[in-house]
Each structure stands twice: as structure tokens, then as C-alpha cells.
């Protein structure tokens, strides 16, 4: 999975379409990512242990990685990602600028 954590990413299907937001977690055995702002859901719970009035909260999902991509803040589009070598290390590389990132 090229994406990482803090990456800026956008949407590209789904009910989200369009937003764009930051990953704040990464899955990587699912290959999904968890986006502030994205793919909102509202669950229905019990009073219990864990929360004592119950009632319906909101929380965010993960969101598999196809359906998004790698947000390039210069040119403001999504953008895709590759690999390159430099100097014996391996870095993310943006295909359509070949600017290299280094994180």
C-alpha cells in the first residue's frame, strides 16, 4: 500500500465522492484507511460498561484504499503514487510530476 498515515487523499467513489480529508489510520491487513471527515456512520447503542446513557453515536469507517487517492497539494488533484530508487533508498514517487517525496 503506497498511502500513509497524515497522507492528504480524495475520494474518488462512493458516497463521499469528492472530499477530501487526511488518513489518521492505516489497515494495512485490509487494506483500508480510516479519513478524518469521511464515511461518517451512526450506531445505535445500549446502555452498558463502556457507555452509560446509550443512544446514537457517530463514528467514522475505513474506507478501502481503491477508492481513493493520493491528494497533490502543488498541482491541488489526486494524483498516482509510485516507487524509485535514490541513492540505494527507496522512496514514494508522484507519477505524473515525478516529484519525489520524502517523508
Excluded: A
Aim: proline letters at 3%.
Amino acid at each position: 500500500m503506497k498511502l500513509r498515515l497524515k497522507d492528504k487523499v480524495k475520494v474518488i467513489s462512493g458516497k463521499d465522492k469528492g472530499k477530501t480529508g487526511e488518513i489518521i489510520k492505516v489497515l494495512l491487513l485490509e487494506n483500508k484507511v480510516i479519513v478524518q471527515g469521511i464515511n461518517f456512520v451512526k450506531k445505535h447503542v445500549k446502555p452498558g460498561v463502556v457507555n452509560k446513557e446509550g443512544g446514537i453515536i457517530t463514528f467514522e469507517k475505513p474506507v478501502h484504499v481503491s477508492n481513493v487517492m493520493f491528494l497533490d497539494e502543488k498541482e491541488n488533484k489526486p494524483s498516482r503514487l509510485g516507487y524509485t530508487l535514490v541513492d540505494g533508498k527507496k522512496f514514494r514517487v508522484i507519477k505524473e510530476t515525478g516529484e519525489v517525496l520524502k517523508k
